[in-house]
């Protein structure tokens, strides 16, 4: 009945008992009632309809805040908002910051006043400056009037930057707490007594709106802010990386080439052979279609020309030293690169005369031996769309150093070879005249040796890859150490090696695929150490090389990244591409060796050193990986008896309801009592129980004592256990933790579970099913060092998670230079708890500071030292902290 009140008339009247002439007197007295309601619902139905105006004006200045509008169209927009609940024609929007004595006009528009606000500009002001505005910024107290009165009441002068006078002025502050940051003021300068107190109420409400849409806005353009800064360090990053992996490529291809050239001095059948290798390894780094080779005679009178490929000059005869680029390189000893106009220059200077086809760009640079300039290896372009720089010369020459000592070694053994040539027929003509003299005697005993040297090799060397086994390499290695104890200078290595994932081969591909890595691997081995290294498999998908004669470690360091060179080229095996890889790890020559076995147990703790530092790697075994492997094994032995000793025990540190101070939970800390050492944390033995695997059973020693303390105990709200990822891949942990609750007659609700977020990413379906177990029978789950991790945010909503614990790195940077960080940080993670409903917990609380900045932000619970420090179990008696 659109709030209309029936009154009804006295007992036992009506109509019929009224005077006939004029209205009745309780009609009118009822008329006047019926309209009294009737305007009072009225008044009702507007000031309904201004507060859904009101609240609808406060979303949408909440949608304005969270959307993506540039700050001054936001603005533009509110302003618009505050338009349809009061006149707000001329408004303008101020920020103070008391501490810097700084105003900063954030928004002004006015009719009248033709001044233009710069939103960016911090305005100093001073102490004596006294405007309307500054009072009010500076009382805090609304003002409503017109200016000129609200000036003369409070004393404040009228000066150029007041503005023109208003007839009508009302201001309010914005507030932050009990502090004044800013101000919205709305004036008319035709109308006074346009504003009321309803209005200026209504003002601070929406003001008020308005500084949290400010700080929502200013805190999402902090973290995009971040974003970015952060995208930028990415990408230099990712150009530093790329130029650094470039670089690298380039220092390998390098190596590889030096590699090549020691390598083709000694396996090069001919010379011709060894120039045309060298051709092609030049080739692979800088451009050569036209190289030679030039070397000076033995008595340095002719200029030979051993190798020549030219577009222009395909033949090259031995001439005289005389006056051309390869001799001006001869004599001087130094690079020399060229290009047209350079020649041009050297031969008006009269140094240089050209000989041959004129080169568009000429590099070369002198080939030494012992210290001595024996010839000239030079490249040139005939094209002006191919120039060599300055770093090719320097490559060049590098490459230069060392095919001149090549070519020097390889010239004294084809010398030798020539020398030997007329001995060596001599020597087989006599030797096939004793070969034909005892060929009796070897075919009678040859058939005895055959069967000698077959069981010989069968025990010294694998069945499957020839190699050496482990017994001969014990063997050479205890004649290693007996040599080194009588020559302490001798230096030599044992690298073990085993193949990277080498079972996922044999379970995947099959044992025959295995079998023929295996062989692979054995020839690409051999084929990458010296001559006389040991290469030997000691079973399985592990060898060994014992290398001799070494300068010292860096050149046992070298042999490794050989190695592991050769192994990294793929393979195809049963119609499959692998990519074999090695860990190696290497133990050097040391007086405390006393047999073989010591040195390769060393190589094997290096060995998984590497593999634990991310494989296809070699580390160097030293002193302190003896002590952290002793450290290791005797913390687990102590390990092992504390688990059957259940020397374990839970300390619990409180949570408190930040205001307050009133404890609503604990975390039980998990701590060791020592039988040498004392009270251990988790810190001083975890890395020794998850890598042995003995943590988990420490994990349910705890659970069982915590839920126990939880029955003798009375402590106050729940209690919180960190839970590992591992357990979460067993099917039956919450079952297992359930039974234990219940066999304590624990309610569930009592305890909570706290978890990181790599136990959410591990293995997402399995974790997710056991969290939802556990969740439907009361036990909650929390998500600890929330902030710290890289994905769990895109999963949160896909978990039953009931609290976040915001990592103590960004609590203590509410004291530090990162403070700012920090803020940006706990607002946002608040704003997303807020969001999907889930509390928030602040770890390392640890000074008032930090409390107060959390308690500003939206924290409602926190932990830390500042409210107690994790301790026994002791009977609990209400304390509050202050």
């Known amino acids: 009945m659109n709030g209309v009140r029936v009154v009804p008339l006295p007992n036992g009247a009506d109509e019929a008992q009224q005077p006939r002439g004029g209205v009745p007197a309780r009609e009118a007295l009822g008329r006047d009632e019926l309209a009294r309601l009737l305007d009072a619902a009225e008044q009702r139905i507007q000031s309904l309809h201004r507060s859904e105006r009101l609240q609808q004006a406060l979303y949408e200045i909440a949608d304005l805040a969270g959307g993506s509008l540039e700050l001054q169209e936001m603005l533009r927009r509110i302003h618009a908002i505050v338009g349809e609940l009061m006149y707000a024609g001329n408004l303008y929007i101020v920020l103070y910051d008391e501490h810097l004595q700084t105003m900063r006009f954030l928004y002004f528009v006015d009719l009248i006043d033709p001044w233009v606000n710069d939103p960016a500009e911090e305005i100093p002001v001073t102490d004596d400056e006294n405007t309307l505005t500054m009072h009010l910024l500076r009382t805090g107290e609304a003002m409503r009037g017109p200016s000129a009165e609200l000036r003369q009441f409070h004393g404040i002068p009228f000066g150029e930057s007041s503005g023109p006078d208003s007839a009508d002025w009302l201001g309010v502050p914005m507030r932050r707490g009990s502090r004044v940051v800013g101000a919205i003021v709305v004036q008319n300068y035709e109308k006074p007594d346009v504003y009321s107190n309803e209005d200026r109420a209504l003002l601070a409400y929406v003001a008020q709106h308005i500084l949290t849409a400010l700080d929502r806005y200013e805190a999402r353009e902090q973290l995009e802010k971040r974003v970015q800064e952060r995208t930028a360090e990415l990408q230099q990053a990712n150009v530093d990386l790329q130029a650094e992996v470039a670089e690298r490529q380039r220092a390998q291809e390098l190596q590889r080439a030096l590699f090549r050239i020691a390598e083709l001095s000694m396996t090069s059948e001919t010379l011709e052979r060894f120039y045309a290798e060298i051709h092609k390894v030049v080739g692979g780094l800088l451009y050569a279609r036209n190289f030679y080779i030039a070397m000076l005679t033995i008595d340095g009178s002719m200029l030979e020309f051993p190798y020549s490929v030219d577009d222009r000059d395909q033949m090259r005869k031995p001439r005289r030293v005389a006056n051309g680029l390869t001799e001006y390189v001869l004599r001087t000893g130094k690079p020399l690169l060229a290009d047209r106009a350079r020649i041009r220059r050297l031969e008006t200077e009269g140094k240089v005369r050209s000989i041959g086809t004129l080169a568009h760009c000429w590099l070369g640079v002198p080939l030494l031996y012992d210290d001595k300039v024996v010839g000239v290896i030079a490249v040139q372009s005939y094209s002006p769309d191919v120039a060599f720089t300055t770093r090719d010369q320097e490559l060049l020459t590098f490459v230069a150093y060392h095919i001149g000592s090549s070519l020097a070694r390889k010239q004294a053994q084809d010398r030798l070879m020539h020398a030997h040539a007329g001995l060596e027929q001599r020597v087989s003509e006599r030797t096939r005249e004793l070969a034909e003299a005892n060929a009796e005697l070897v075919e009678q005993i040859g058939e005895r040796m055959r069967a000698e040297r077959k069981l010989t090799y069968q025990a010294t060397h694998d069945a499957l890859t020839g190699l050496p086994n482990r017994t001969q390499l014990l063997e050479r290695l205890g004649k290693a150490i007996a040599v080194a104890r009588g020559n302490p200078q001798a230096c030599f290595a044992v690298l073990f090696l085993d193949l990277d994932r080498f079972k996922l081969v044999n379970d995947s591909a099959g044992h025959a695929v295995g079998d023929e890595l295996l062989i692979e691997a054995a020839r690409r081995i051999v084929g990458s150490v010296r001559t006389g290294d040991v290469v030997s498999r000691l079973g399985g998908d592990e060898f060994a090389i014992l290398a001799e004669s070494l300068d010292g470690p860096d050149m046992a360091a070298e042999l490794g990244r050989r190695v592991l060179a050769a192994l990294g080229a793929p393979v195809w095996l049963a119609g499959r591409e692998l990519f074999p890889t090695a860990s190696i790890g290497i133990a050097l020559s040391h007086a405390r060796y006393e047999s073989g076995e010591d040195m390769l147990r060393d190589a094997d703790a290096a060995m998984y050193r590497a593999k634990g530092d991310g494989r296809d790697r070699s580390v160097m075994f030293d002193e302190h990986m ?257």
């Open 626 to 882: 003896r002590d952290e492997a002793t450290r290791i094994l005797d913390m687990e032995s102590d390990l092992r008896r504390a688990i059957n000793a259940e020397a374990f025990e839970p300390f619990y540190q409180p949570i408190v309801q930040l205001v307050s101070g009133e404890r609503v939970g604990h975390e039980a800390l998990l701590r060791w009592r020592h039988e040498q050492r004392g009270l251990l944390t988790p810190g001083d033995f975890l890395d020794v129980g998850e890598d042995s695997g003995l943590i988990e059973q420490v994990d349910w020693l705890m659970y069982a004592r915590v839920i126990a303390d939880m029955a003798r105990y009375p402590m106050p709200g729940y209690v919180a256990i960190n839970v590992s990822p591992r357990h979460f891949r067993a099917p039956d942990f919450a079952s297992r933790l359930l039974d234990l609750l219940d066999a304590a007659q624990v309610a569930p609700s009592r305890l909570r579970i706290e978890i990181t977020e790599v136990a959410l990413l591990d293995d997402a379906p399995r974790t997710s099913e056991s969290l939802n177990m556990l969740r439907s029978h009361g036990v909650l789950a929390q998500l600890d060092d929330f902030g710290t991790g890289f994905s769990a945010l895109s999963y949160l909503h896909r978990f039953p998670i009931a609290s976040l614990k915001i990592d103590r790195s960004f609590v203590s940077g509410l004291d530090g230079d990162v403070r700012t960080e920090s803020v940006a940080v706990i607002r946002a993670i608040v704003a997303l708890a807020n969001s999907l409903n889930i509390e928030i917990i602040a770890e390392g609380v640890e000074t008032q500071r930090q409390r107060e900045r959390l308690h500003d932000l939206g924290c409602m619970y926190a932990q830390g030292y500042l409210f107690g420090r994790p301790a026994p179990p002791v009977p609990y008696v209400a304390v509050q902290s202050g």
